[in-house]
């Protein structure tokens, strides 16, 4: 079984900063991948990046990055130079050894002017 | 833009009502979800398929059943519909590819239910 931990319920970073949300994860699956989805207030589910736990490198996409800690069990999000537009709520997301995503509670992230 | 909707994107109900909500894809992908989003619990999986014909239970099933007759369509049922089962729904779709390192999952639009 997964498990995927947010413990940050509510964020505040002003405009132009960085922000980290953070994610854990529990697993038994030996192969799995994280996944961050972002919904803003009108409601839809939208993909931001990646991580599969075999990938060398911490993946990236355009402001998005992913902070991977395989021995900590943690994919951390990190936002650069923040926008208004990215005010909405995060979720972190593990899919193990079948096409099942097991999703944290998630992240409402609001980016002060 | 994955092609996924979901009909109706609204409804109000009754305790005790059957409700059928319907998702719909363009994308010929193999895999299709439902989940119930809540407050301060993400979202949840309800059922999913992996073909037509194909289903299974995810974390949340009791009191829904699911039937997929062709690969563009999923429909959740709710037969006897509770105020528990008050919800955002959402559709999701992956192709799962054999041999792909990953399978996002799209999602569509969700539908709001409220049974009263």
């Known amino acids: 079984a997964q498990k995927i931990t947010q413990t940050q319920p509510g964020m505040f970073v002003q405009e132009k900063e960085a922000v980290t949300l953070d994610c854990t994860y529990d697993?038994?699956?030996?192969?799995?991948?994280l996944f961050w989805y972002k919904q803003p207030s009108s409601g839809e589910m939208i993909f931001l990046i990646y991580?599969?736990?075999?990938?060398?490198q911490n993946a990236t996409e355009g402001r998005y990055s992913l902070n991977f800690q395989k021995a900590r069990k943690s994919a951390n999000l990190v936002i650069s130079a923040s926008q208004l537009g990215d005010s909405a709520m995060y979720f972190c997301?593990?899919?193990?050894?079948?096409?099942?995503?097991?999703f944290g509670k998630g992240t409402k992230l609001t980016v002060n002017p | 833009d994955a092609g996924i909707t979901q009909s109706p994107r609204h409804k109000v109900t009754e305790t005790g009502t059957p409700v059928t909500l319907r998702c719909h894809q363009t994308?010929?992908?193999?895999?299709m979800y439902w989940y119930r989003q809540d407050p301060g619990h993400g979202l949840r999986l309800i059922h999913y398929?992996?073909?037509?014909?194909?289903?299974d239970k995810g974390e949340v099933s009791d009191g829904y059943s699911v039937s997929r007759s062709k690969t563009e369509d999923f429909l959740l049922t709710l037969e006897s519909a509770t105020s528990s089962q008050t919800s955002v729904y959402f559709c999701?779709?992956?192709?799962?590819?054999?041999?792909?390192?990953?399978?996002?999952?799209?999602f569509g639009p969700g539908t709001r239910l409220t049974v009263l």
């Open positions: 999701a779709i992956s192709d799962g590819l054999a041999g792909s390192s990953y399978n996002e999952q799209f």
């Open positions: 697993t038994s699956d030996p192969s799995y991948g």
């Open positions: 991580q599969g736990s075999y990938d060398q």
């Open positions: 997301a593990i899919q193990g050894g079948s096409e099942k995503l097991v």
């Open positions: 994308e010929n992908h193999r895999y």
């Open positions: 398929s992996y073909g037509v014909k194909d289903t």
